[in-house]
């Protein structure tokens, strides 16, 4: 971790780089913020961690915890839940074992997002697979795409 986090450093310094830039280069090298990143950029750079984690709780594209290989985004605007995607999202957490409470699998396989809106109501409901929009979700299909990414690992 030391190593890439020099990297970052080295980055920060050459690119006249922000915290904002700091988290992005963690998020890609991780997956997401480690607490122990964040408290070793604080002690180097002297900026409060509280800053950090401010910012990366601001910012939906931050994730403070470990993420499934596989991303699971179901929409939850006002098309997609009317046609269904609440059913969908219990289905998951259910099928994949996700405990209460939490949106990642403990085998780190499959981390589900629920979103306000994907802006694709005419295909409601929605559903995205690792970047792969999947719309007029049923049940039916969903269990063969869910299946399909397990084969595929």
Not at 102 to 123: H, P, R
């Amino acid at each position: 971790m030391e190593e890439s986090l020099e990297k970052i450093l080295t980055n920060y310094r050459n690119n006249e780089g922000n915290i904002i830039t700091i988290l992005q280069d963690l998020e890609e090298t991780f997956g997401y913020i480690p607490e122990e990143a964040v408290n070793w950029f604080s002690k180097r750079l002297k900026i409060p961690a509280s800053r950090f984690f401010g910012i990366a709780t601001f910012y939906a594209q931050f994730h403070l915890k470990p993420r499934g290989k596989n991303i699971i985004t179901v929409c939850r605007g006002t098309a997609c839940h009317v046609k269904g995607s609440e059913r969908l999202l219990n289905r998951l957490f259910i099928e994949l074992d996700i405990p209460a409470g939490e949106d990642t699998s403990d085998d780190l396989k499959f981390t589900v997002e629920k979103v306000n809106c994907l802006g694709a109501c005419g295909i409601a409901p929605v559903v995205v697979f690792n970047k792969e929009v999947h719309g007029k979700m049923t049940l039916d299909k969903l269990m063969r795409d869910l299946k399909s990414i397990n084969t595929d690992e």
